[in-house]
């Protein structure tokens, strides 16, 4: 009896640490919604645009959300302005170097301030961003909401499970920081960058 006590525990115990497991969140999205938005609010030609070519994978455990990792990868030929001859300029060598440098990267090291209610956990995430060759350790408030066996609901395949993770932040740079024209035109394309994140993770069950 006391053996079959002993078993009984070990396997909550074996269960408990499963569930609490972190998983892997892809966030290169099977529908193709996930963006970031950009605005550069200059003086004479405020700009907002869009990169649509975002990848990466996030660990992320609902019960230990501070140990939260990552990197969240945005493909720098998918930026689009609605002038074609501007979007040109600014993936050009000049500026922004999309052909020599493919890809903006933000590398999630640590979160600090973390605090949950419900499925939804505000934090601010430490990291290095990269741009256009340049990194820099930048701080950035996180909105993560952990939505528990919602993978299939959202591709209207209720039949298969997983979970998402929906990540929203807010955050600027200068550009200037970044190599990127420092103290040229900044009457017609602002120095500070306002970026916009709101995209969801994939963990579908294996």
Same mark, same amino acid.
């Given at each position: 009896?006391?053996?079959?006590?002993?078993?009984?525990?070990?396997?909550?115990?074996?269960?408990?640490?499963?569930?609490?497991?972190?998983? +892997?969140?892809?966030?290169? $999205?099977?529908? /193709?919604?996930?963006? &970031?938005? *950009?605005?550069?609010? !200059? =003086?004479?030609?405020?700009?907002?645009?869009?990169?649509?070519?975002?990848?990466?994978?996030?660990?992320?455990?609902?019960?230990?959300?501070?140990?939260?990792?990552?990197?969240?990868?945005?493909?720098?030929?998918?930026?689009?302005?609605?002038?074609?001859?501007?979007?040109?300029?600014?993936? +050009?060598?000049?500026?922004? $170097?999309?052909? /020599?440098?493919?890809? &903006?990267? *933000?590398?999630?090291? !640590? =979160?600090?301030?973390?605090?949950?209610?419900?499925?939804?956990?505000?934090?601010?995430?430490h990291g290095s961003f990269t741009?256009?060759?340049?990194?820099?350790?930048?701080?950035?408030?996180?909105?993560?909401?952990?939505?528990?066996?919602?993978?299939?609901?959202?591709?209207?395949?209720?039949?298969?499970?997983?979970?998402?993770?929906?990540?929203?932040?807010?955050?600027?740079?200068?550009?200037?920081?970044?190599?990127?024209?420092?103290?040229?035109?900044?009457?017609?394309?602002?120095?500070?960058?306002?970026?916009?994140?709101?995209?969801?993770?994939?963990a579908p069950d294996a």
């Amino acid at each position: 009896m006391k053996k079959t006590i002993l078993a009984f525990l070990l396997s909550l115990s074996i269960a408990g640490a499963a569930m609490a497991a972190p998983a +892997s969140y892809d966030f290169k $999205d099977p529908k /193709g919604v996930n963006a &970031i938005s *950009f605005h550069l609010d !200059s =003086l004479l030609e405020p700009i907002a645009g869009t990169a649509n070519g975002i990848s990466g994978t996030v660990s992320f455990d609902p019960a230990n959300p501070a140990a939260t990792t990552g990197t969240i990868v945005v493909a720098t030929p998918s930026l689009k302005v609605t002038n074609d001859t501007m979007r040109d300029h600014l993936l +050009s060598e000049g500026w922004i $170097d999309a052909a /020599g440098h493919p890809e &903006i990267t *933000f590398a999630i090291e !640590s =979160l600090s301030d973390v605090s949950t209610a419900g499925t939804t956990t505000t934090a601010t995430a430490h990291g290095s961003f990269t741009l256009k060759g340049v990194t820099k350790d930048i701080s950035v408030p996180v909105k993560l909401t952990y939505l528990a066996d919602a993978f299939g609901k959202r591709i209207n395949k209720p039949e298969i499970g997983g979970d998402l993770l929906v990540v929203r932040g807010e955050f600027s740079i200068s550009r200037s920081d970044y190599g990127i024209r420092p103290g040229q035109n900044e009457d017609k394309v602002a120095d500070q960058i306002d970026l916009s994140i709101a995209m969801v993770g994939s963990a579908p069950d294996a």
